[in-house]
């Protein structure tokens, strides 16, 4: 297996389905000459020329309209909205049309992926800095996916663009320098992995999350408290199964969601694993930020975002209240 940066997973999966699929056309601000502003798409317009990557005015609705256009015409568009902070304004084209073409329609999908750069704690500052999942999280039609390692992001990025529906992908841009092996197995859409194995309380999270609840995980094993680490991998369509059979063992369940805490998908986990695994839960609740925006001042950002410490005296604190 090759070691590799998160960004490069990310690369190497557009490089391939770019190869593989002629249909296959990225675009967006900055992706094409000048590589992506996080220096993810560097050679790929040298490598397949200005018809399949190529960079795009700075209007997300525009680029929105392109891409559906697109792929209800034949192609399969990987649009980069730069930042997942503007994804409103691709919002009539990504709801309203992607995502009930094929109930319209009756046969034929939308096979548009759109990835974005999203959250906190790089001290980019409240329009740069946000955690659009819950925006989306309700519309029916669209696939949600959430990688946290370099393996998940270049698997789940080539089932992506392989699916016949609109997938919004997103890359944490605090993961891009982070290197591990990706082996080029693919990895379905919907299917969680548990990432670290435990007996007393299950941790379900999703990017970053996931690495804060592995370090968690490692403090309250200092106490004797044994931590089972859920990685969802792609949040719509979600795994409840696998958080089941986990809940199942450990009989606790925590959330651990980088988004504010009303109307986040974490209540939504709680919810279904409450409705289906109640005989098996003796205590569930979600850890995620407070409502309000991302902080600028780096002390209060790094207070804002829920890290180890704070994941791990919770658990403490329920277990032994």
């Known amino acids: 297996m090759t070691d590799l940066e998160f960004r490069t997973a990310i690369r190497e999966a557009l490089d391939e389905e770019l190869g593989r699929d002629e249909r296959v056309v990225l675009f967006g601000e900055d992706v094409a ?4 502003v996080f220096a993810v798409t560097p050679g790929l317009y040298e490598k397949y020329g200005p ?4 960079d795009t005015p700075i209007s997300e609705m525009a680029m929105a309209g392109a891409a559906y256009g697109a792929a209800v015409c034949g192609l399969r568009p990987v649009l980069e909205i730069m930042f997942g ?5 691709t ?10 073409f ?8 939308v096979p548009l992926v759109i990835r974005c750069v999203v959250g906190a704690g790089g001290r980019f500052g409240a329009i740069h800095s946000q955690m659009p999942v819950s925006w989306l999280h309700g519309i029916t039609g669209i696939k949600l996916v959430a990688p946290s390692s370099p393996a998940d992001a ?4 080539r089932a992506a663009i392989r699916d016949d529906n609109p997938v919004v992908f997103f890359e944490h841009k605090r993961l891009y320098s982070m290197k591990g092996q990706a082996s080029g197995e693919d990895v379905p859409l919907g299917r969680a992995a548990v990432v670290r194995e435990g007996a007393d309380v299950t941790i379900v999270s999703v990017m970053k999350g996931v690495h804060d609840s592995l370090a968690a995980a490692g403090l309250l094993a200092e106490q004797g408290i044994s931590a089972e680490v859920v990685d969802l991998r792609t949040i719509r369509p979600l795994d409840v ?6 809940v199942a063992k450990t009989t606790r369940l925590v959330v651990v969601e980088e988004g504010p805490l009303t109307g986040g998908w974490a209540g939504e986990v709680v919810a279904r694993v409450t409705e289906q695994g109640l005989g098996d839960l003796d205590d569930a609740w979600r850890i995620a930020t407070a409502d309000a925006p991302v902080p600028y001042s780096p002390p209060l950002e790094d207070a804002f975002l829920p ?3 704070r994941i791990a005296d919770e658990i403490v604190a329920r277990a032994t209240r």
């Open 33 to 36: 000459i000048a590589g992506g």
């Open 51 to 54: 018809q399949r990557v190529f």
């Open 85 to 89: 902070d503007f994804l409103p304004l």
């Open 91 to 100: 919002m009539d084209c990504l709801i309203n049309q992607a995502a009930k």
């Open 102 to 109: 094929h109930f319209l329609d009756g046969e034929r999908g």
């Open 154 to 157: 270049k698997a789940l990025l």
């Open 241 to 246: 199964d696998t958080v089941l059979r986990s």
């Open 307 to 309: 890290d180890p410490r």
